[in-house]
């Protein structure tokens, strides 16, 4: 349903990902495939809200002050989980910029992360969603942002150019802190279905 929506670099990296995972696993392509589809898209189905759900999620905040701009993020992880985090330097190699994520390995989009055009974002579970449905997973807009935009006028257009284009955003909602370090800008935009 959302095969569409996806950005070719982010499938090139699931792909890549399902190829390693095969050669590690002795397993065939088509399982280590399923594996990273379940992964990630199925994070975006396991974060979605309903109306009567509590939600519960991470927290962040930004400030400017006379000591510079600051992006803070206070994660709802356990202990458990942030070991399994790593920082992952994604060079590309086809014109887009390069950036900074604070992620598990396993998936593909951007929680936590800085862009060589010096904007950065994090990534916190939203609220409750009305119409949760099919759509692109909020983790691959974020990756999607931190390689292709760079300024928070960019960030917030790419936001709102899905819905302008026929498109929506998958299950769960999220809310996005975004600060352009160049001039101490930044947005709160909540993304949801």
């Known amino acids: 349903e959302v095969k569409e929506l ?38 975006d189905i396991l974060n979605k809200h309903k109306l009567e759900d509590e939600a519960t999620g991470c927290t962040a905040f930004a400030f400017h002050s006379d000591a510079g701009t600051f992006l803070c993020h206070n994660t709802d992880n356990t202990a458990a989980n942030l070991k399994l985090g790593s920082l992952i330097h994604y060079i590309p190699d086809n014109g887009d910029y390069s950036f900074l994520s604070f992620f598990s390995p396993a998936f593909v989009g951007a929680a936590l992360a800085i862009n060589e055009k010096g ?46 284009n026929g498109g929506m955003y998958g299950y ?13 800008s930044m947005a709160r935009i909540q993304v949801c279905a």
């Open 6 to 43: 996806i950005p070719d670099s982010i499938k090139q990296q699931m792909e890549g990902i399902a190829q390693g995972l095969s050669l590690y696993w002795s397993v065939s392509y088509e399982t280590a495939w399923q594996w990273v589809l379940i992964t990630n898209l199925g994070f």
């Open 119 to 164: 904007l950065g974002l994090t990534y916190n579970v939203g609220g409750r969603n009305k119409n949760p449905g099919a759509g692109l997973t909020v983790l691959f807009k974020t990756r999607e942002v931190m390689a292709t935009c760079g300024s928070l006028t960019e960030a917030i257009d790419s936001f709102t150019s899905l819905f302008d």
């Open 172 to 184: 769960s909602t999220a809310n996005f802190l975004i600060v352009d370090f160049n001039d101490a």
